[in-house]
Nanobody
Framework: VQLQASGGGLVQTGGSLRLSCAAS????????MGWFRQAPGKEREFVGG????????EYADSVKGRFTISRDNAKNTVYLQMNNLKPEDTATYYC??????????????WGQGTQVTVSS
């Protein structure tokens, strides 16, 4: 599956953004999907993931309660709603997916990144 992330931008502390990740092909609904981020000089980190059905989600502790992942399989799209953004959320955000949900830590398909910058 090919992935295309969008929706990044510049926002003030406490603001919100919604990232989207559009997938091509007809196998998207069989993919577990995840969001990752990488800040300059730091390692890539897992932000959160969602099962193929959307029934199950998980989040990194750093974003729990502020970020929400959802998906619309009819639109081949997964979303990351980010609320109460903090400067430490500044990073390039990537969507990724794998047909094996147990492999979501190292998924096979990656989209290009979208930059999120949170000003203090």
């Amino acid at each position: 599956v090919q992935l295309q992330a969008s929706g990044g931008g510049l926002v003030q502390t406490g603001g919100s953004l919604r990232l989207s990740c559009a997938a091509s092909g007809n196998t998207f609904s069989s993919y577990a999907m995840g969001w990752f981020r990488q800040a300059p000089g730091k390692e890539r980190e897992f932000v959160g993931g969602i099962s193929w059905s959307g029934d199950s989600t998980e989040y990194a502790d750093s974003v729990k309660g502020r970020f929400t992942i959802s998906r619309d399989n009819a639109k081949n799209t997964v979303y990351l709603q980010m609320n109460n953004l903090k400067p430490e959320d500044t990073a390039t955000y990537y969507c990724a997916g794998d047909q094996d949900p147990l492999n979501l830590g190292n998924p096979e398909s990656w989209g290009q990144g979208t930059q999120v910058t949170v000003s203090s």
